[in-house]
């Protein structure tokens, strides 16, 4: 399998600008979750989905983030408009399920908001 | 609410020294206990678990055994190498259909 797929790796982009992040989970994973880091705040959970429903979004920062997940094998993270403060990088994680399984986590997307 | 506490870096250490990296959690029931490990440039990957109380979690040469009495699951290895300069991140599950929570983060580096 080839892992948790993030695209794009690097992202740059202007304060304003509309950025959208993506992420293949691995096959047959029931639960999504999506991460923000940065060298103040840490590893941030944003938002989590099992079997592509939304669980828990109350980590997202403002109504300028969304995420969806239109089907098991795709999901999105979406800031509009993007400003500065959202640099950071961002992290896609799948696992069997929540509890005790295993998180995988992707190579992460780097963020950069001028 | 369920909380984990790691000792803060940066942690520096020269090649085949001892490591410790102490964590400490809160929470309410009987959580499953974690360790992450993320090398430069990657995400996060899992390096050991442990589910019970007096469960020792090992890979890699690193081990944690999971006290309930002190509410600890401190990561050890005996002889670090250069390859194990990452960031560790320790984590529990507090129970049930629930995700991790995840520590700040103690960033290691092992100098030659």
């Known amino acids: 399998d080839a892992g948790v797929i993030q695209s794009p790796r690097h992202e740059v982009t202007e304060m304003g600008q509309e950025v959208t992040l993506r992420c293949k989970p691995i096959s047959g994973h029931n639960s999504l979750f999506w991460y923000r880091q940065t060298m103040m705040r840490g590893l941030e959970l944003l938002i989590y989905f099992n079997n592509n429903v939304p669980i828990d979004d109350s980590g997202m920062p403002e109504d300028r983030f969304s995420a969806k997940m239109p089907n098991a094998s795709f999901s999105t993270l979406k800031i509009q408009p993007s400003e500065p403060r959202d640099s950071a990088v961002y992290f896609c994680?799948?696992?069997?399920?929540?509890?005790?399984?295993?998180?995988?986590f992707g190579p992460g997307t780097r963020l950069t908001v001028t | 609410g369920d909380s984990v506490t790691q000792m803060e870096g940066p942690v520096t250490l020269s090649e085949e020294a001892f490591l410790t990296i102490n964590c400490t959690y809160t929470?309410?029931?009987?959580?499953?206990l974690f360790w992450y490990v993320q090398y430069p440039g990657e995400g996060l990957q899992l390096l050991l678990k442990a589910t019970k109380a007096d469960d020792k979690g090992s890979n890699k040469g690193f081990e944690a055994t999971y006290r309930k009495e002190t509410t600890s699951f401190h990561l050890e290895k005996g002889s670090v190498q250069v390859s194990d300069s990452a960031v560790y991140f320790c984590a529990l599950n507090p129970s049930g259909n629930t995700p991790l929570v995840f520590g700040k983060g103690t960033r290691l580096s092992v100098i030659a």
């Open positions: 994680a799948s696992s069997l399920g929540t509890g005790t399984y295993e998180q995988y």
């Open positions: 929470a309410t029931g009987y959580p499953s």
